[in-house]
Nanobody
């Protein structure tokens, strides 16, 4: 099984950067898709970014050009680099993984393994 733990959340001023990390206690193998999803108060959970086993990244339109997802399989860590943050980026960010290939990698319901979440507040 895979256990995921997020870190790096906090409060930041609009326009600032923040980097989230997600460490895995178990290996994330080459056939795994990993991603970041968020939920703001009163809004539906949405996929923010994902990277599949081929290294192909997907981003929500709202974060394209501002966020970057990456993974280090040797260290079992994935990252979400967030730049030029806006107040509407506020929410609980969770990392997730799926052992296999996802046709819709930003669809939250398909992921098998989840972290507990880290709060990001932009003001």
């Amino acid at each position: 099984d895979v256990q995921l733990v997020e870190s790096g959340g906090g409060s930041v001023q609009a326009g600032g950067p923040l980097r989230l990390s997600c460490g895995a206690s178990g290996s994330i193998y080459g056939d795994a898709c990993v991603g970041w999803l968020r939920q703001a108060p009163g809004k539906e959970r949405e996929g923010v970014a994902a990277i599949d086993s081929d290294g192909i990244a997907s981003y929500a339109d709202s974060v394209k050009g501002r966020f970057a997802i990456s993974r280090d399989n040797d260290k079992n860590i994935m990252y979400l680099e967030m730049n030029n943050l806006r107040p509407d980026d506020t929410g609980v960010y969770r990392c997730a993984a799926y052992r296999g290939w996802l046709r819709l990698p930003l669809q939250a319901s398909f992921y098998q393994y989840w972290g507990q979440g880290t709060q990001v507040t932009v003001s």
